[in-house]
């Protein structure tokens, strides 16, 4: 009886810890601006930075500093959706050209993939980059782009090339949970 017990007691809180979520068990957190209107995982070991005239919010790696993932909100007119824009591959090359690689600064991006997703009835926009820094460092940059409620927001990740690899998952969940409303 009482091994009987131990069993089922096991038995249950394996059960209940499995059902743990998603993001708990591949290490992301859960980040929500209910007054915006968007929401999305990142890192665990991932901090939040506070920074005036920039992004809504900034996450970056505790230890890798120049890993990071940010969100930019900009107005649009309230009645266009994101495909009255352009195409995912028009969208990749005016970001890229606009707000990754601005002339004069000396950085180079590079559309790698550009595509369209559909979650709960919203499109997004999924941009992939390569950028040359000034300094001829490489980046990777993946990003996720949607329209609501008259803005358009901008999930974008940076994470240095030669770490691309080992992070490359994460860092696609994350872009992937993003979510506007």
């Not at 030669?162 to 409303?181: C, G, P």
């Amino acid at each position: 009886m009482w091994k009987r017990t131990v069993l089922i007691l096991l038995l249950v809180l394996s059960f209940s810890l499995s059902n743990v979520g998603v993001a708990a068990a591949a290490g992301l957190k859960s980040f929500v601006d209910s007054i915006d209107g968007y929401e999305f995982l990142y890192p665990n070991g991932w901090l939040q930075v506070k920074v005036a005239n920039g992004p809504d919010v900034i996450f970056h790696d505790l230890i890798e500093r120049t890993e990071n993932l940010s969100v930019v909100i900009s107005p649009v007119p309230e009645d266009k959706n994101l495909t009255e824009f352009g195409t995912p591959t028009e969208i990749g090359y005016k970001l890229g050209k606009n707000a990754l690689a601005p002339e004069g600064s000396g950085r180079k991006a590079e559309l790698v993939n550009a595509e369209q997703q559909e979650k709960d009835g919203q499109i997004y926009y999924i941009l992939e980059y390569s950028v040359t820094l000034q300094n001829r460092q490489k980046r990777h940059n993946l990003a996720s782009v949607a329209t609501s409620r008259g803005k358009l927001f901008t999930l974008n990740a940076s994470i240095p090339e030669r770490r691309w690899q080992r992070v490359k998952s994460i860092i696609q969940e994350s872009v992937d949970s993003f979510q506007v409303y």
